[in-house]
């Protein structure tokens, strides 16, 4: 292949990288021959599992790459600069003005001890050589349009004193003040709230759009790539295994591996569950050479060529490649094989069948009026304690083999709810009854294990302090609890750090399910973890609840999965519950403004819906926490509000037989 | 800031008055008084007893601490016992050397030891390991230099060999250049270990911070490599330095005995051993509270400058 | 002409200079420039000379009459020197409200009378030939203006007014004492006018100021390898050769101790010539008994303990203590364990005698010292009146914790030959009874001559006239620099 | 079916992919502690046999050998008494190396101990726990050593009281700093949704997590113990001659520096290998206790 001279239009162009890692065990070829174009305007995704490159080959672009990553071959063009081979000096040149980077963590991602100003003002000086008033005034300029209300005053401030919403855009309003050609975005949605991401997601659209800036995402969620992208890459194990328009991709995805990933979301329409596609084993080491098709061994379409030859990448529509030697990627008989799963429960309460509906009937779980403060006090003893009202008076109930779905935005207090159930936090007023026990799954799986225990050690620890049973009972109990999450005994003797990130919330499941509980409790146990992956946890999850009639209460931010899971949601907002009802029915017809505009957010993975769809963003943040409203917590917001939200709370109330909610207007 | 101070205050307080009782019996417990301390080779134990009882040490132990507290309430430090001077004017000449030499050796130490830090982290970081591990090598065995060796060898060199600095002398503040020149080698002897120990603080703070988000952030910005390190990182980085400042300024206090006998600086340190070794309660006592005020003005002062550095520290 | 400045080592703290309650050797040394005694000591042969009192007699070695030299004049504008002073200074002493420790050697005094300005009679309860000893020019016998003490009050060890060849003219404890000459001293002025005496703590430093020529003189260097150094560099070692002796204190209150022969097997164990020799040929000599040997009753006919080990193990066998024993060796922790005690160490175990060190600090080392609670320990006592020694060590009056008889010796027969030497008349008879009690002593053994010390202070070469009398004290009305 | 997974946990075909118990496997792993065995077994092993060396003892003067050049019979030369310094030397290490790990070792204990109760209960406890670790640190040690030598005399136990004194609050408030940056894990959550007690979690998560960083403060703590040990002697508070500690041979012989530099120079090298080993040891240990470091 020869390198094509760059016309006006393009604005980037990678040529065959090949970017390493020379670490003490290995060399990792995070990137191994990645080739494309990105016109002027366009707007590429590059999705794909975690560890396959999709970080490595963004950092390449600008040689951000940390040690010891070392770009080895290939050529990248960004607007006529050979990125690859230019001195650091003339590099620094292009970082920031020619390129803009936005990362995914707005918390880390800006200077914690600089004022904003600091961090913005100088590189617009010195890129754009303009005066510090100049500059501040650009930055100012920049600073409102991200939708920063006062630029003015909010230039002044640390990051630390700004939501993380408003740190993206300040992320953004830097990435993008020197008028940059070519934006390279990490993930820069992932640690937001569903309703700031869509704020941020449709920003950046915007934005781009204006200034024909060119832009190459990074991102898990294919809903946000079928809301946002032109272009969608695919890579897997360092190479980009399908490139091509989104909604061709997403119509007719032709590698196996994309298939996979596209079937292994909920789907958002489909009111009945399938059992979730699995992608079935791990992506491959990259430190050891691959033969054939990286993909071969997990693929259902596997055939003998895969395992001796990599597949080039070749034409199969419009602007769209793929690199697999089956022309259509799998077969329809392999989609086929999906199971469908259990009805939801709350149908079946409407079921004739008196005992079975009686013993649904009996809660496990119920609290009542729930409350939980905390006092933040000041070292000075005489200023006020400021009180956090976490929880504000909730009261839910959860029956047997049932499963509630919490749902709400970051600080709404789900942890809180969660961490009341388990007994981890004593409540300030309210009670809670537990028939039987509640366990925990948490979110970071990998945080909530003591990295010195093994595996072995940290299923067996439940039974080691409640003084159950014998050495020899524990190991067979482990033993058993091992099989029924899915895992190998061979993984007993491990340490966590041994682990993926599925295998580890598989341990932390069975953990869980060590003392027989009557509730599991899981915040937010999929969003640390990878799109296939989740699949196969949900799944899991789906199983476990019905072998075992446990029930669950799962807190997700991820509102398909929760749809998917639940059988009953709860959305709350501010500490409190303002709308409690059967999943698919809330889902359907949402009844609370709020629940609408989170269920607006959502992306879906369908790019003609998407683009189909008009977004009516809910505006503003969220109103502090120390504050407590007078009137419905939701009033800063609603795009209903009346003069009666700002001075009367509206209770939780039944709306019909199965649902409730706390709005003066819910129609 | 105000109330926040107030409340270390009483903190003081209270710390300074455990300080005080401790000191006061561990002193009276330590065999031998200020009149045995005086007796040298020719003293007679009758004549003793005499002296014994002009000092004033015949007087039963707990009216002695109860004085002594009268004394510290109204602010009365008294004369030491063995030479009759007032110990309020032995503490305004040796407290200003101490605190000139303490200075100049945090500063000197900061100005080689913080770059050398920074230095060594960005190398470590980039993987280019020769010069990390020179650094911190050499930094660990100049931790490990006694300074009683150092002082001798410095004196050999650069007073002897050299002639660069004085040997011995007044330490007058009267001649700015002349005191610095006296004051240079026991702070470059004290700086020894102060640099091993700030460039190892330097240079763990550093390394952690440059592998922080906004780190690449900046770099994603244009900023030079260098500009990246000292504008930014060092800045994350100072916590903890500042942290190691403050003891370091502590224990410059009180841990500079070595090398104010060596270098006859008479300083805060040599004034305490003194009070030790003449069991010169009153001077030892006072000295203490001396010590305990200014320890936790440092902590005080530390905190406000974290204050100052990261505007996320609640006082 | 210039004013000449010289510029003097001090190596400790200066403490005040009140001769009631002077210590420590070096602060004596510059009140020995500041006050007069009646009678001082001759810098080169250490023979008791005149001073304030021009001439003095007694018929009896009880009666004393000193005359005094007129026109002596007081430092500081005091005016003149009378004998009212002499009274008001040994009153001062003696006063117990003064808590002298020195007013034990007046203690003999019965009376002083002042006839004239110029004529001092001093009566004694009992006959002493040594007594213009006890009025020379130390502690005790230094005189002060009766003015002057009272203008100071309570500071009176920090303005220090005599009729010596220099007065005080500032002290900062802390880095210097500055003596200025007295223009009106009865001799004439001193040919310096201005000391410094810069403190200068650590051995090595001080050497090194003295290398690099921040200082003209060292008063006392005491490490051997610091000498050697400056004498090759051309530097002039001031010396005073055995000025006093080190005694190894045996308690004879311990069971083993209390055995003669352990104590002379002690003896025969070292080979303290030897060690000396080795260690520091310029600071110590081996010794053979408790007094000098320039003191006039000194004797060489004493016993002698020659290095014999067979012998010592022999004795040791016959005092039933052939397995060995076990004896503590108090020291104080600020000199720390030195050379030579290292070599006793090692030689001693080789007759199967562990000499364990009790290291303490000062305090507790003068303390448990005084109070006479050790095993052995050593003691060195600065003296030039062989009485102030002999009495000091052997006479049960002043058995510790009362006095430095730590040993707690008791013989009556020593005793009284002392005490007849003390008061004879006859010269030759006198000196036949010192040399017996020095011969029973060496004998018996309660105090062991462990070594004689040197005093050296290196200088310049230019310094001269530095004469180190046997107290190691130097005149500086002697010293001039080129 | 249960019964034979037992077994097969505990035979030795069982997939223990790493090593657990330090032991052979440990030395495989790690190149630092390999170097620092390098140094360090040598050293202890001349030190253990030094009896054996065709050396003069420690103790044993010799007046006919002062300050003799280092040659064949005398590898380090000899000091101011003709003893052998290369002796002395190794008797010295056996000394320091007491003191070093002696205090190192009590001081992590009452680290982990107090800073763990501290930390971890918080409040009332960890009020007056740090109150009295701020007064001893505001107390100048030298008169905690000086006290303590006054009343018990020098010796080998006395130093190390007094720098274990000096050290133990630095080492409490590292341990409780430790604690509270722990207390909050997930995993401790995790143990407390089990319903495991106070004592247990301290035992099982706080105490093993904060092993690391503290190992690494014991091995400075123990490198400096052996050189405070040396400033003691010199204020003449530490271990006094004649027996010989790395300290007082430096010490000694640093006055003879310009005539036989040997003296202290040599056992001063001595001192900068056991410390670079302790470094590299304590560095090793560190990274092998670390399953992350595992893959
Ligand atoms: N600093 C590094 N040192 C060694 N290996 C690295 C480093 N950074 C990344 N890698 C490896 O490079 C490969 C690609 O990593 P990269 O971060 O690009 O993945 P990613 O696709 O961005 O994953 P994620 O979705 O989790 O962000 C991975 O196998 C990873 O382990
Ligand atoms: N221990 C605590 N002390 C003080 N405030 C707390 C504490 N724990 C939680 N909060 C506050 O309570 C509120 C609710 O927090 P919570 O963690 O329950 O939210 P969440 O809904 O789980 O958010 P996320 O989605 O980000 O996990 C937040 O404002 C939080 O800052
Ligand atoms: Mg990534
Ligand atoms: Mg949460």
Redesign the pocket.
């Given at each position: 292949m020869t390198f094509m001279p760059v016309d006006t239009e393009t604005v980037l162009r990678v040529q065959d990288l090949h970017t390493h890692?020379f670490?003490d065990t290995g060399i990792?070829k995070?990137v191994n021959g990645v080739s494309f174009d990105l016109l002027r305007g366009e707007r590429v995704a590059i999705v794909?599992?975690?560890?396959?490159?999709?970080?490595?080959?963004a950092m390449s672009l600008i040689r951000l790459l940390?040690?010891?990553?070392k770009i080895v071959s290939g050529r990248i063009d960004v607007a006529g600069n050979e990125v690859a081979s230019l001195p650091e000096s003339e590099l620094n040149k292009i970082r920031g003005s020619l390129v803009g980077t936005v990362f995914q963590d707005p918390m880390s991602s800006l200077d914690p001890v600089m004022r904003v100003s600091d961090q913005m003002i100088p590189p617009v000086m010195r890129h754009l050589e303009v005066s510090h008033k100049e500059g501040e005034a650009i930055a100012e300029r920049w600073l409102g349009r991200v939708g920063i209300p006062d630029a003015k005053l909010t230039i002044r401030a640390y990051p630390f004193e700004m939501s993380g919403g408003m740190r993206q855009r300040v992320m953004i309003a830097m990435a993008l003040s020197c008028n940059p050609r070519l934006i390279i975005a990490d993930?820069p949605t992932t640690a937001l709230d569903v309703t700031i991401q869509a704020q941020i997601v449709e920003l950046l659209k915007d934005l781009t759009a204006e200034t024909g800036a060119s832009m190459l995402f990074?991102t898990?969620d294919l809903g946000l790539v079928a809301r946002f992208a032109h272009k969608v890459g695919v890579?897997y194990a360092g190479k980009l295994v399908e490139l091509g328009p989104a909604a061709d991709v997403f119509a007719q995805p032709r590698h196996p591996y994309t298939q996979g990933l596209l079937r292994s979301i909920p789907d958002a329409a489909d009111g009945t569950r399938k059992r979730l596609f699995q992608i079935p084993g791990f992506p491959p080491d990259?430190r050891l050479p691959i033969v054939g098709c990286a993909f071969a061994d997990r693929c259902a379409a596997v055939r003998d060529i895969c395992r001796t030859e990599a597949p080039e990448s070749t034409y199969r529509g419009v602007n769209h490649f793929a690199s697999c030697w089956a022309p259509t990627g799998l077969d329809q008989s392999v989609v086929e094989r999906q199971v469908k799963m259990p009805e939801r429960i709350v149908e079946a309460e409407l079921s004739p069948d008196p005992v079975r509906a009686d013993a649904l009937r009996s809660d496990v779980l119920e609290m009542n009026n729930i409350h939980k403060h905390f006092v933040r006090r000041s070292i000075l003893p005489w200023t006020e304690a400021k009180t956090v009202h976490a929880v504000n008076g909730v009261s839910l109930r959860v029956k047997r083999g049932e499963t509630l779905g919490i749902v709400g935005e970051s600080g709404c207090g789900k942890s809180t709810v969660a961490r009341l159930l388990l007994g981890l936090e004593e409540p300030t007023a309210g009670e809670i009854f537990i028939n039987g026990s509640a366990q925990m799954v948490f979110q970071d799986p990998y945080s909530s294990f003591n990295p010195k225990m093994k595996i072995f050690d940290i299923i067996e620890e439940p039974l080691v302090v409640n003084g159950q049973s014998s050495r020899t009972e524990r190991a067979d109990k482990v033993c058993s609890l091992v099989s029924q999450v899915g895992l190998d005994q061979s993984f007993l003797g491990r340490y966590p750090n041994q682990l993926s990130g599925g295998q580890r919330q598989r341990v932390a499941i069975a953990r869980a399910l060590a003392l027989d509980p009557s509730v599991v409790v899981a915040d937010e146990p999929t969003s640390a973890l990878d799109v296939s992956v989740r699949a196969q946890i949900v799944n899991l999850l789906c199983d476990l609840k019905d072998e075992l009639g446990i029930s669950f209460v799962f807190i997700s931010h991820d509102l398909l999965t929760v749809r998917y899971i639940s059988d009953r949601i709860a959305v709350m907002y501010l500490g409190e519950v303002v709308e409690y009802g059967p999943a698919a029915q809330i889902f359907d017809d949402p009844l609370h403004p709020y629940t609408r505009a989170l269920l607006l957010a959502i992306p879906t993975p369908d790019p003609v819906r998407e683009a189909a769809r008009k977004i009516e963003l809910v505006t503003g943040e969220l109103p502090s926490p120390f504050v407590l409203q007078k009137g419905c917590a939701f009033a800063s917001r609603c795009p209903k509000v009346a003069d009666r939200c700002r001075t009367e709370k509206p209770v939780l109330r039944n709306f019909s037989r199965q649902r409730e909610t706390a709005c003066h207007y819910a129609a | 800031m105000l109330a926040y101070s107030l409340k270390r205050l009483l903190q003081l307080v209270v710390s300074t008055f455990g300080v005080v009782t401790l000191v006061f019996f561990t002193l009276r417990l330590i065999p031998g008084d200020a009149a045995a301390a005086l007796a040298g080779d020719t003293i007679t134990g009758e004549a003793l007893e005499r002296l014994r009882e002009q000092m004033g040490l015949n007087k039963p132990i707990l009216a002695q601490y109860l004085t002594y507290l009268w004394d510290l309430v109204t602010l009365r430090f008294g004369e030491t016992i063995t030479t009759g001077l007032p110990i309020s004017g032995l503490l305004s000449q040796a407290f200003p050397i101490t605190l000139s030499i303490a200075l100049a050796t945090i500063t000197l130490s900061l100005i080689i030891a913080v770059p050398l830090g920074a230095m060594a982290a960005f190398m470590a970081h980039k993987g280019r390991k020769t010069l990390d591990n020179l650094i911190t090598t050499a930094a660990m065995l100049a931790d490990l230099m006694p300074s009683f060796w150092t002082g001798l060898v410095f004196l050999l060199f650069f007073s002897l060999m050299l002639g660069l600095f004085p040997a011995s002398g007044m330490v007058s503040f009267d001649d700015p250049v002349t005191f610095l020149k006296r004051i240079a080698l026991p702070v470059m002897v004290l700086s020894v270990t102060q640099i091993a120990t700030m460039a190892r603080i330097t240079r763990t703070a550093v390394l952690e911070v440059l592998s922080e988000d906004y780190i690449r952030t900046a770099r994603s910005l244009g900023w030079s490599e260098v500009r990246v390190l000292f504008r930014h990182a060092l800045k994350n980085a100072a916590l903890p330095i500042v942290t190691i400042v403050g003891l370091s300024f502590g224990s410059l206090l009180n841990g500079t005995v070595i090398v104010e006998f060596i270098f006859t600086i008479p300083g805060l340190g040599s004034l305490l051993v003194n009070g030790i070794n003449s069991r010169d309660y009153q001077l030892v006592q006072t000295l203490i509270v001396f010590y305990a005020l200014f320890f936790v003005s440092v902590n005080l002062v530390t905190d406000l400058i974290y204050k100052q550095i990261d505007p996320r520290v609640q006082l | 002409a210039q004013d000449k400045t010289l510029r003097v080592r001090f190596y400790d703290d200066p403490a005040g200079f009140d001769p009631a309650s002077i210590f420590r050797i070096e602060n004596e040394n510059i009140a020995f420039n500041i006050f007069s005694g009646l009678t001082t000591y001759d810098s080169t042969t250490g023979k008791v000379v005149p001073d304030l009192a021009e001439s003095w007699s007694t018929p009896d070695n009880i009666t004393w009459t000193f005359k005094l030299r007129h026109g002596v004049k007081w430092q500081k504008g005091y005016g003149e020197f009378t004998s009212a002073d002499v009274l008001y200074s040994f009153s001062r002493t003696r006063d117990p409200a003064t808590a002298s420790p020195y007013a034990t050697d007046l203690a003999g005094i019965v009376k002083i009378e002042t006839p004239d300005d110029y004529t001092v009679v001093i009566q004694l309860n009992a006959p002493d030939g040594n007594f213009v000893h006890t009025v020379a020019n130390y502690h005790q016998g230094q005189i002060l203006s009766k003015k002057a003490v009272e203008a100071a009050g309570k500071q009176v060890r920090w303005q220090p007014v005599g009729t010596g060849p220099y007065y005080l003219d500032s002290v900062d404890v802390n880095s210097r004492i500055v003596l200025k000459r007295h223009k009106e001293y009865y001799k004439g002025p001193a040919p310096i006018d201005t000391i410094v005496f810069q403190i200068i703590k650590d051995e090595a430093t001080s050497t090194i100021a003295l290398r690099k020529g921040e200082i003209d003189l060292a008063m006392r260097a005491n490490k051997e390898e610091n000498l050697q150094t400056l004498a090759r560099e051309g530097f002039k070692l001031n010396k005073v050769d055995n000025y006093a002796v080190a005694l190894r204190v045996h308690n004879l209150s311990n069971k083993a101790l209390s055995d003669i022969r352990v104590r002379q097997a002690l003896a025969h164990a070292i080979d303290y010539e030897a060690i000396s020799k080795a260690t520091s040929p310029s600071l110590q000599a081996a010794a053979h008994s408790m007094l000098m040997p320039w003191m006039d009753v000194y004797t060489p006919k004493v016993p002698r303990y020659e290095f014999d080990q067979a012998k010592a193990k022999k004795l040791l066998a016959e005092a039933g203590y052939a397995k060995g024993l076990t004896i503590k060796n108090l020291s104080t922790s600020a000199q720390g364990v030195t050379e030579f005690q290292q070599f006793e160490i090692d030689y001693l175990s080789q007759i199967g005698v562990k000499m364990e060190m009790e290291l303490v600090d000062t305090p507790t080392f003068n303390q448990r010292r005084n109070n006479g609670d050790f095993d052995i320990t050593t003691r060195l006592l600065p003296a030039v009146n062989p009485d102030m020694i002999l009495f000091s060590f052997l006479d049960p009056d002043n058995i510790a914790p009362k006095g430095l008889n730590g040993a707690r010796y008791n013989n009556s027969k020593l005793m009284a030959l002392l005490k007849g030497a003390k008061a004879e008349v006859d010269p030759s008879k006198r000196l036949r009874m010192y040399e017996e009690v020095q011969q029973i002593a060496m004998t018996d053994l309660p105090y062991f001559p462990l070594y004689t010390n040197n005093v050296v202070w290196p200088g310049k070469p230019g310094v001269t006239g530095v004469k180190i009398n046997y107290l190691a004290q130097v005149n500086f009305y002697e010293v001039d620099m080129k | 079916m249960s019964k034979t997974l037992l077994a097969t946990i505990k035979t030795p075909g069982f997939h223990f992919p790493t090593i657990s118990l330090p032991g052979k496997s440990l030395l495989n792993i790690n190149k630092k502690m390999r170097i620092a065995l390098l140094i360090l077994v040598p050293i202890l092993l001349l030190t253990a046999f030094s009896s054996w060396l065709p050396l003069p003892g420690p103790l044993q003067t010799n007046l006919r050998a002062i300050m003799q050049w280092p040659s064949l019979a005398h590898p380090f030369g000899t000091d101011r008494m003709g003893r052998d310094v290369l002796s002395r030397t190794l008797s010295g290490v056996q000394v320091s190396l007491l003191v070093g790990f002696s205090v190192a070792l009590i001081s992590t204990c009452f680290g982990i101990v107090l800073g763990t109760v501290a930390g971890f209960f918080g409040k009332f406890i960890d009020r007056a726990i740090m109150s009295v670790v701020d007064i001893f640190l505001a107390f100048p040690s030298l008169l905690l050593a000086i006290g303590l030598v006054s009343v018990v005399g020098t010796g080998l136990w006395p130093v190390i009281v007094a720098i274990t004194l000096a050290d133990v609050p630095r080492f409490i408030r590292l341990q409780r700093s430790l604690v509270l940056s722990l207390r909050s894990r997930a995993y401790i959550d995790a143990a407390r949704t089990v319903k495991a007690s106070q004592w247990w979690i301290m035992r099982r998560h706080i105490v093993p997590n904060t092993i690391a960083p503290l190992l690494v403060t014991a091995s400075i703590a123990a490198a400096h113990a052996i050189l405070v040990e040396a400033s003691l002697s010199f204020l003449g508070l530490g271990i006094m001659p004649p027996a010989p500690s790395l300290g007082n041979i430096i010490r000694d012989g640093q006055t003879y520096l310009e005539q036989a530099w040997w003296i202290s120079t040599m056992p001063g090298l001595v001192i900068l290998l056991i410390a670079l080993s302790l470094h590299f040891l304590s560095d090793g240990i560190r990274e092998a206790l670390d399953p992350r470091a595992r893959k």
């Open positions: 890692f670490t990792v995070a794909g599992e975690s560890g396959s490159g999709k970080s490595a080959m940390a040690f010891p990553g993930e990074v898990h890579m990259m | - | - | -």
